[in-house]
């Protein structure tokens, strides 16, 4: 999950302001984690406690209700609500805070059915069911076999047909759903060769920076790995309470 929320950090600044400069400043002053990085460990906070994915996100969203972008116009109003219910969203927040599923769980099965559960508090859609449930899979496909096999290529046809490459978001153009930002990263991942490279890839693409860089560094950290200087200065970047529950999900889930 380090890797969702080193892409979340480094993608932040260009949200509203794109760049395509491959060499962009990872880690600059203006950085930020987003509401990227505060679903994603209340996924993980979800897990730890065995708590709903959907308590854990009010939970926390409401800890930290005024991050860096904000939040989703859809998913500021479900957090304000009296009794909160899904929405019917295809929105990108599905797959962008899914990671710590592909990590906790051991059966593919599991897998799947907590990628649903994680998204449908919110994004019971189809579309943002199969974000999640596609982002989730590869993941943890590469979190056993790392370097064996054409994942991407393999998940991407199975949840968005043959010609999935061929619809892809132009640079620039700000996409937030899950069918436009998944194939994306898909597609990203496989032009990439290392994590850095993968998320400087994403960055400088444009369009929903902070978010294609979430998906993007999440598949890469199980693809690659995280560099350990890079995973410092994120966590460094962190209030105390999330990097609490990073550190104990990496812990628990990530350091076998």
Known sequence: MIGAIIGDIAGSRFEFNNTN?????????DCSYTDDTICTVAVADAILRGVSYKDSLLYWCHKYPRPMGAYGGSFSRWLHEEDPQPYNSFGNGAA??????????????DVMRHAMASA????NHQEGLIGAVATAELIYHYRETPVVGNYVNHIARFYYGQDWENNLPRPGVFNETCQGCVPLAFHIINQSNSFEDAVRNAVSYGGDSDTLGAIVGSIAEARWGVPIEM?????NMLPQDMLKVVINFIQKYQSQ
């Open 21 to 29: 400069d491959y060499n962009f400043q990872m880690f600059h002053p």
């Open 231 to 235: 995973q410092k200065i994120a966590l």
């Open 120 to 123: 449908e508090c919110t994004h």
């Open 96 to 109: 962008m805070r899914v990671s710590p599923v592909a990590w906790a769980f051991n059966e593919p099965s």
